[in-house]
Protein backbone atom coordinates (compact mmCIF):
# COMPACT_ATOMS: atom_id res chain seq x y z
CA UNK A 1 0.00 0.00 0.00
CA UNK A 2 2.96 2.37 0.72
CA UNK A 3 4.53 1.68 -2.73
CA UNK A 4 1.60 2.90 -4.10
CA UNK A 5 0.58 5.81 -2.58
CA UNK A 6 4.04 7.00 -2.75
CA UNK A 7 3.34 6.25 -6.56
CA UNK A 8 -0.12 8.32 -6.46
CA UNK A 9 1.56 11.25 -4.65
CA UNK A 10 4.60 12.10 -6.61
CA UNK A 11 3.26 11.15 -10.29
CA UNK A 12 -0.17 12.82 -9.06
CA UNK A 13 2.02 16.44 -8.14
CA UNK A 14 4.06 16.48 -11.04
CA UNK A 15 1.22 15.68 -13.64
CA UNK A 16 -0.84 18.32 -11.26
CA UNK A 17 2.20 20.59 -11.63
CA UNK A 18 2.49 20.49 -15.24
CA UNK A 19 -1.05 21.15 -16.09
CA UNK A 20 -1.26 24.01 -13.27
CA UNK A 21 1.92 25.92 -15.36
CA UNK A 22 0.07 25.67 -18.66
CA UNK A 23 -3.38 27.29 -16.94
CA UNK A 24 -5.20 24.00 -16.55
CA UNK A 25 -6.92 22.57 -13.31
CA UNK A 26 -4.59 20.59 -11.31
CA UNK A 27 -7.16 17.91 -11.36
CA UNK A 28 -6.67 17.06 -14.78
CA UNK A 29 -3.44 15.30 -14.03
CA UNK A 30 -4.67 14.06 -11.26
CA UNK A 31 -7.29 11.56 -13.35
CA UNK A 32 -4.39 10.78 -15.94
CA UNK A 33 -2.41 9.46 -13.17
CA UNK A 34 -5.27 6.96 -11.76
CA UNK A 35 -5.82 6.01 -15.43
CA UNK A 36 -1.70 5.29 -15.53
CA UNK A 37 -1.62 3.82 -12.22
CA UNK A 38 -4.73 1.72 -12.32
CA UNK A 39 -5.70 -1.50 -12.95
CA UNK A 40 -6.07 -1.08 -16.77
CA UNK A 41 -2.86 0.18 -17.47
CA UNK A 42 0.28 -0.57 -15.27
CA UNK A 43 -1.51 -2.00 -12.34
CA UNK A 44 0.49 0.03 -9.54
CA UNK A 45 -2.40 0.56 -7.53
CA UNK A 46 -2.70 -1.68 -4.27
CA UNK A 47 -6.13 -3.51 -4.49
CA UNK A 48 -6.60 -2.68 -0.50
CA UNK A 49 -6.64 0.69 -1.57
CA UNK A 50 -9.31 0.18 -4.15
CA UNK A 51 -11.60 -1.67 -2.02
CA UNK A 52 -12.37 0.90 0.27
CA UNK A 53 -12.13 3.67 -2.55
CA UNK A 54 -16.19 4.24 -2.09
CA UNK A 55 -15.32 5.20 1.76
CA UNK A 56 -12.48 7.33 0.66
CA UNK A 57 -14.73 9.47 -2.05
CA UNK A 58 -17.09 9.64 0.83
CA UNK A 59 -14.66 11.05 3.08
CA UNK A 60 -14.24 13.53 0.11
CA UNK A 61 -17.76 14.48 -0.16
CA UNK A 62 -18.40 15.43 3.32
CA UNK A 63 -15.22 17.69 3.11
CA UNK A 64 -17.03 19.26 -0.33
CA UNK A 65 -20.51 19.16 1.40
CA UNK A 66 -19.18 21.16 4.61
CA UNK A 67 -16.65 23.54 2.02
CA UNK A 68 -19.88 24.63 0.15
CA UNK A 69 -21.98 25.18 3.37
CA UNK A 70 -18.84 27.42 5.37
CA UNK A 71 -19.37 29.64 2.13
CA UNK A 72 -22.87 29.73 1.25
CA UNK A 73 -24.06 32.89 2.70
CA UNK A 74 -28.06 32.72 2.55
CA UNK A 75 -28.25 36.39 2.30
CA UNK A 76 -25.95 36.36 -0.91
CA UNK A 77 -28.75 33.94 -2.27
CA UNK A 78 -31.78 36.93 -0.92
CA UNK A 79 -29.94 39.84 -2.47
CA UNK A 80 -30.04 38.31 -6.11
CA UNK A 81 -33.83 37.62 -5.78
CA UNK A 82 -35.48 35.17 -8.06
CA UNK A 83 -32.32 34.41 -10.64
CA UNK A 84 -29.80 33.32 -7.49
CA UNK A 85 -32.53 30.97 -6.57
CA UNK A 86 -33.80 29.52 -9.70
CA UNK A 87 -29.85 29.12 -10.37
CA UNK A 88 -29.56 26.68 -7.36
CA UNK A 89 -31.45 23.93 -9.68
CA UNK A 90 -33.44 25.16 -13.08
CA UNK A 91 -29.84 24.75 -15.02
CA UNK A 92 -29.38 21.15 -13.54
CA UNK A 93 -32.57 20.46 -14.00
CA UNK A 94 -32.51 21.19 -17.71
CA UNK A 95 -29.38 19.33 -18.63
CA UNK A 96 -31.05 16.28 -16.99
CA UNK A 97 -33.59 16.76 -19.23
CA UNK A 98 -31.21 16.97 -21.69
CA UNK A 99 -29.52 14.12 -20.77
CA UNK A 100 -32.70 11.67 -20.65
CA UNK A 101 -33.69 12.35 -24.24
CA UNK A 102 -30.21 11.93 -25.44
CA UNK A 103 -30.07 8.60 -23.64
CA UNK A 104 -33.56 7.17 -24.83
CA UNK A 105 -33.40 8.74 -27.87
CA UNK A 106 -29.96 7.57 -29.28
CA UNK A 107 -28.94 4.70 -27.24
CA UNK A 108 -31.99 2.84 -26.44
CA UNK A 109 -31.50 3.26 -22.12
CA UNK A 110 -33.81 3.08 -19.73
CA UNK A 111 -35.35 6.74 -18.47
CA UNK A 112 -34.00 5.41 -15.03
CA UNK A 113 -30.35 5.08 -16.53
CA UNK A 114 -30.53 8.54 -18.44
CA UNK A 115 -31.71 10.09 -15.04
CA UNK A 116 -29.48 8.58 -13.02
CA UNK A 117 -26.43 9.77 -15.83
CA UNK A 118 -27.98 13.03 -15.39
CA UNK A 119 -28.02 13.72 -11.92
CA UNK A 120 -24.05 12.43 -12.68
CA UNK A 121 -23.65 14.95 -15.11
CA UNK A 122 -25.60 17.75 -13.83
CA UNK A 123 -23.35 19.55 -10.98
CA UNK A 124 -20.49 22.15 -11.26
CA UNK A 125 -17.63 21.71 -9.60
CA UNK A 126 -16.72 23.78 -6.53
CA UNK A 127 -13.19 22.68 -6.75
CA UNK A 128 -12.90 24.82 -10.20
CA UNK A 129 -15.51 27.33 -9.56
CA UNK A 130 -15.33 28.07 -5.70
CA UNK A 131 -11.22 29.65 -5.56
CA UNK A 132 -11.95 31.65 -8.73
CA UNK A 133 -15.10 33.23 -7.27
CA UNK A 134 -13.57 33.93 -4.09
CA UNK A 135 -10.50 35.94 -6.07
CA UNK A 136 -13.22 37.73 -8.06
CA UNK A 137 -14.72 38.80 -4.86
CA UNK A 138 -11.44 39.88 -3.15
CA UNK A 139 -10.66 42.12 -5.96
CA UNK A 140 -14.17 43.50 -6.08
CA UNK A 141 -14.97 42.56 -9.56
CA UNK A 142 -18.55 41.57 -10.52
CA UNK A 143 -19.35 43.84 -7.25
CA UNK A 144 -22.58 45.69 -8.01
CA UNK A 145 -24.70 43.11 -8.96
CA UNK A 146 -22.47 40.52 -6.88
CA UNK A 147 -22.49 38.32 -10.16
CA UNK A 148 -19.38 36.03 -8.25
CA UNK A 149 -21.73 35.49 -5.14
CA UNK A 150 -24.67 34.60 -6.75
CA UNK A 151 -22.73 32.03 -8.78
CA UNK A 152 -20.76 30.68 -6.11
CA UNK A 153 -24.00 30.49 -4.12
CA UNK A 154 -25.86 28.84 -6.55
CA UNK A 155 -23.36 26.27 -7.84
CA UNK A 156 -23.05 25.39 -3.77
CA UNK A 157 -26.66 24.87 -3.60
CA UNK A 158 -27.10 23.13 -7.33
CA UNK A 159 -24.61 20.36 -5.77
CA UNK A 160 -26.97 19.55 -3.32
CA UNK A 161 -30.12 19.07 -5.27
CA UNK A 162 -28.51 17.20 -7.54
CA UNK A 163 -26.67 14.56 -5.38
CA UNK A 164 -30.21 14.36 -3.94
CA UNK A 165 -31.68 14.05 -6.73
CA UNK A 166 -28.70 11.34 -7.64
CA UNK A 167 -29.57 9.23 -3.97
CA UNK A 168 -33.23 9.23 -5.05
CA UNK A 169 -32.31 7.53 -8.42
CA UNK A 170 -30.35 5.17 -7.10
CA UNK A 171 -32.84 3.83 -4.14
CA UNK A 172 -35.10 3.92 -7.29
CA UNK A 173 -32.99 1.20 -8.72
CA UNK A 174 -32.20 -0.97 -5.81
CA UNK A 175 -36.15 -1.38 -5.42
CA UNK A 176 -36.78 -1.75 -9.44
CA UNK A 177 -39.79 0.04 -8.81
CA UNK A 178 -41.38 3.95 -8.67
CA UNK A 179 -42.11 3.34 -4.92
CA UNK A 180 -44.67 6.08 -4.34
CA UNK A 181 -44.12 5.60 -0.41
CA UNK A 182 -39.86 6.74 -1.37
CA UNK A 183 -41.37 9.75 -3.29
CA UNK A 184 -43.83 10.67 -0.53
CA UNK A 185 -40.87 10.08 2.07
CA UNK A 186 -38.55 12.57 -0.04
CA UNK A 187 -39.55 15.77 1.20
CA UNK A 188 -39.82 14.30 4.51
CA UNK A 189 -36.16 13.24 4.08
CA UNK A 190 -35.39 16.61 2.95
CA UNK A 191 -37.06 18.40 5.70
CA UNK A 192 -35.81 16.43 8.26
CA UNK A 193 -32.75 16.45 6.91
CA UNK A 194 -32.33 20.44 7.35
CA UNK A 195 -33.62 20.37 10.64
CA UNK A 196 -31.47 17.92 12.13
CA UNK A 197 -28.12 19.67 10.37
CA UNK A 198 -29.44 23.15 11.53
CA UNK A 199 -30.11 22.08 15.41
CA UNK A 200 -26.93 20.11 15.49
CA UNK A 201 -24.86 23.37 14.07
CA UNK A 202 -26.44 25.31 16.30
CA UNK A 203 -25.53 23.06 19.30
CA UNK A 204 -21.84 22.86 17.80
CA UNK A 205 -21.80 26.72 17.47
CA UNK A 206 -22.99 27.46 21.45
CA UNK A 207 -20.34 24.44 22.68
CA UNK A 208 -17.60 25.87 20.47
CA UNK A 209 -18.25 29.62 22.06
CA UNK A 210 -18.34 28.17 25.92
CA UNK A 211 -15.50 25.98 25.58
CA UNK A 212 -12.16 26.66 23.58
CA UNK A 213 -10.13 24.54 21.96
CA UNK A 214 -7.80 24.01 18.96
CA UNK A 215 -9.54 24.85 15.46
CA UNK A 216 -8.45 21.89 14.24
CA UNK A 217 -10.00 20.08 16.98
CA UNK A 218 -13.17 21.36 15.96
CA UNK A 219 -12.51 20.42 12.49
CA UNK A 220 -11.67 16.44 13.70
CA UNK A 221 -15.47 16.92 16.07
CA UNK A 222 -17.25 18.14 12.97
CA UNK A 223 -16.09 15.33 10.40
CA UNK A 224 -16.68 12.37 13.36
CA UNK A 225 -20.40 14.01 13.62
CA UNK A 226 -20.61 14.32 10.05
CA UNK A 227 -19.87 10.80 9.07
CA UNK A 228 -22.16 9.71 12.30
CA UNK A 229 -24.85 11.81 10.38
CA UNK A 230 -24.41 9.77 7.26
CA UNK A 231 -24.16 6.32 8.93
CA UNK A 232 -27.12 6.62 10.59
CA UNK A 233 -29.74 7.96 7.59
CA UNK A 234 -30.73 4.06 7.16
CA UNK A 235 -30.61 2.97 10.86
CA UNK A 236 -32.40 5.31 12.48
CA UNK A 237 -35.11 7.14 10.32
CA UNK A 238 -35.37 8.38 6.94
CA UNK A 239 -33.28 11.60 6.67
CA UNK A 240 -31.06 12.93 4.30
CA UNK A 241 -27.50 12.90 6.07
CA UNK A 242 -26.03 14.98 3.18
CA UNK A 243 -28.57 17.94 3.93
CA UNK A 244 -28.08 17.66 7.66
CA UNK A 245 -24.25 17.74 6.65
CA UNK A 246 -24.46 21.02 4.71
CA UNK A 247 -27.30 22.87 7.38
CA UNK A 248 -24.94 22.19 9.92
CA UNK A 249 -22.22 24.03 8.34
CA UNK A 250 -24.52 27.11 7.02
CA UNK A 251 -25.85 27.07 10.92
CA UNK A 252 -22.75 27.21 12.24
CA UNK A 253 -21.43 30.46 9.16
CA UNK A 254 -25.19 32.19 10.45
CA UNK A 255 -24.48 31.87 14.27
CA UNK A 256 -20.37 31.99 14.22
CA UNK A 257 -18.93 33.80 11.06
CA UNK A 258 -15.88 34.01 11.93
CA UNK A 259 -15.19 30.60 13.25
CA UNK A 260 -16.95 29.15 10.01
CA UNK A 261 -14.25 31.12 8.41
CA UNK A 262 -11.64 29.88 10.17
CA UNK A 263 -12.65 26.23 9.46
CA UNK A 264 -12.72 26.77 5.86
CA UNK A 265 -9.43 27.77 5.51
CA UNK A 266 -8.61 24.07 7.25
CA UNK A 267 -10.80 22.17 5.35
CA UNK A 268 -9.26 23.55 1.93
CA UNK A 269 -6.08 22.35 3.78
CA UNK A 270 -7.50 18.64 3.79
CA UNK A 271 -9.30 19.19 0.44
CA UNK A 272 -5.65 19.34 -1.16
CA UNK A 273 -5.32 15.64 -0.38
CA UNK A 274 -8.81 14.46 -0.72
CA UNK A 275 -9.09 16.10 -4.14
CA UNK A 276 -6.06 14.17 -5.65
CA UNK A 277 -7.17 10.30 -3.67
CA UNK A 278 -10.82 11.20 -5.18
CA UNK A 279 -9.27 12.05 -8.99
CA UNK A 280 -6.71 9.45 -8.96
CA UNK A 281 -9.49 6.84 -7.53
CA UNK A 282 -11.70 7.90 -10.14
CA UNK A 283 -9.11 7.90 -12.86
CA UNK A 284 -8.13 4.31 -11.83
CA UNK A 285 -11.28 3.01 -11.92
CA UNK A 286 -12.14 3.99 -15.60
CA UNK A 287 -11.63 1.36 -18.15
CA UNK A 288 -10.02 3.07 -21.02
CA UNK A 289 -11.43 0.07 -23.26
CA UNK A 290 -14.79 1.63 -23.14
CA UNK A 291 -13.78 5.12 -24.88
CA UNK A 292 -13.79 3.58 -28.16
CA UNK A 293 -17.39 2.24 -27.92
CA UNK A 294 -18.53 5.37 -26.26
CA UNK A 295 -16.11 8.09 -26.99
CA UNK A 296 -17.91 9.68 -29.77
CA UNK A 297 -21.38 9.60 -28.17
CA UNK A 298 -20.42 10.46 -24.43
CA UNK A 299 -18.70 13.33 -26.29
CA UNK A 300 -21.93 14.00 -28.59
CA UNK A 301 -24.02 13.71 -24.87
CA UNK A 302 -21.94 16.06 -22.82
CA UNK A 303 -21.62 18.62 -25.53
CA UNK A 304 -25.65 18.62 -26.18
CA UNK A 305 -26.39 18.37 -22.41
CA UNK A 306 -24.21 21.51 -22.19
CA UNK A 307 -26.12 23.39 -24.63
CA UNK A 308 -29.66 22.38 -22.64
CA UNK A 309 -28.18 23.22 -19.36
CA UNK A 310 -26.93 27.27 -20.98
CA UNK A 311 -30.54 27.42 -21.83
CA UNK A 312 -31.44 26.96 -18.34
CA UNK A 313 -29.06 29.14 -16.93
CA UNK A 314 -30.38 32.01 -19.41
CA UNK A 315 -34.09 31.69 -18.30
CA UNK A 316 -33.00 31.59 -14.44
CA UNK A 317 -31.18 35.43 -15.12
CA UNK A 318 -34.23 36.65 -17.04
CA UNK A 319 -35.88 38.98 -14.37
CA UNK A 320 -32.30 39.60 -12.71
CA UNK A 321 -30.77 42.98 -13.13
CA UNK A 322 -27.39 41.63 -14.73
CA UNK A 323 -26.18 42.88 -17.93
CA UNK A 324 -25.89 40.57 -21.22
CA UNK A 325 -22.32 40.28 -20.14
CA UNK A 326 -22.64 39.34 -16.95
CA UNK A 327 -25.36 36.83 -17.46
CA UNK A 328 -22.61 35.88 -20.41
CA UNK A 329 -20.14 35.11 -17.36
CA UNK A 330 -22.48 33.13 -15.55
CA UNK A 331 -22.94 30.74 -18.33
CA UNK A 332 -19.59 30.38 -18.63
CA UNK A 333 -19.06 29.77 -14.55
CA UNK A 334 -21.51 26.87 -15.06
CA UNK A 335 -19.83 24.82 -17.83
CA UNK A 336 -17.10 23.35 -15.54
CA UNK A 337 -17.66 19.75 -14.07
CA UNK A 338 -15.16 17.59 -11.55
CA UNK A 339 -16.05 17.19 -8.37
CA UNK A 340 -19.03 15.62 -8.04
CA UNK A 341 -19.08 13.39 -10.70
CA UNK A 342 -15.55 12.25 -9.28
CA UNK A 343 -17.55 11.59 -6.29
CA UNK A 344 -20.57 9.72 -7.52
CA UNK A 345 -19.49 8.66 -11.12
CA UNK A 346 -18.65 5.65 -10.27
CA UNK A 347 -20.88 4.24 -7.53
CA UNK A 348 -23.29 2.89 -10.69
CA UNK A 349 -20.75 0.75 -11.44
CA UNK A 350 -19.67 -0.58 -7.75
CA UNK A 351 -23.38 -1.35 -7.97
CA UNK A 352 -23.15 -3.39 -10.61
CA UNK A 353 -25.75 -1.55 -12.58
CA UNK A 354 -25.47 -2.60 -16.32
CA UNK A 355 -24.75 1.00 -17.23
CA UNK A 356 -22.37 1.70 -14.82
CA UNK A 357 -19.36 1.47 -16.50
CA UNK A 358 -20.46 3.63 -19.60
CA UNK A 359 -21.39 5.66 -16.81
CA UNK A 360 -18.18 6.51 -15.32
CA UNK A 361 -16.59 6.83 -18.33
CA UNK A 362 -19.11 9.84 -19.99
CA UNK A 363 -18.75 11.30 -16.00
CA UNK A 364 -14.93 11.26 -16.36
CA UNK A 365 -15.16 12.72 -19.81
CA UNK A 366 -17.07 15.43 -18.87
CA UNK A 367 -14.29 16.51 -16.56
CA UNK A 368 -11.77 16.28 -19.05
CA UNK A 369 -13.65 18.05 -21.42
CA UNK A 370 -15.34 20.75 -19.11
CA UNK A 371 -13.10 21.04 -16.34
CA UNK A 372 -10.16 23.04 -18.30
CA UNK A 373 -12.62 24.80 -21.29
CA UNK A 374 -14.98 26.03 -18.47
CA UNK A 375 -11.73 27.19 -16.06
CA UNK A 376 -9.77 28.80 -19.07
CA UNK A 377 -13.07 30.46 -20.07
CA UNK A 378 -13.26 32.18 -16.76
CA UNK A 379 -10.27 33.12 -16.36
CA UNK A 380 -9.96 34.95 -19.98
CA UNK A 381 -13.34 36.44 -19.24
CA UNK A 382 -13.58 37.68 -15.96
CA UNK A 383 -12.07 40.92 -17.04
CA UNK A 384 -13.57 41.61 -19.72
CA UNK A 385 -17.20 40.57 -19.17
CA UNK A 386 -17.12 41.67 -15.40
CA UNK A 387 -16.11 45.46 -13.88
CA UNK A 388 -14.17 45.77 -10.75
CA UNK A 389 -15.94 48.72 -8.57
CA UNK A 390 -13.61 51.16 -7.71
CA UNK A 391 -14.64 51.82 -4.75
Known amino acids: MLLSLAYMLLLGLSLSFIFKAIKLPSLIG????????????????????????????????????????????????KENGLGAILLTFLPAT?????????????????????????????????????????????????????????????????????????????????????????????????????????????????????????????VLVILGISFLLIGLEKAWIPYSGLLSIISLAIMILKDYPILANRLLKKYEKIWVFAEMLLFILVGAAMDINTLESVGLIAISLILFALVIRTIGVFLSLLKTKLT?????????????????????????????????????TIAVLSILITAPIGASLIDYYQYRLLNKSTS
Not at 127 to 149: D, F, S
Not at 325 to 343: C, D, G, M, N, W
Open 30 to 77: FIITGVILGPFVLNQIDTSILTISSELRTIALVVILLRAGFLLDIKDL
Open 94 to 218: FEIIGTILFTTLFLNWSILDGFILGTILAAVSPAVIVPRMIRLIEEKVGYTNKVPQMVMAGASADDIYVILLFTLGISLTETQQFDVGAIILLPVSILLGILIGLSVGFLLSRLFKQIHVRDTAK
Open 324 to 360: GKEKLFVVISYLPKATVQASIGSIPLSMGLSRGNDML
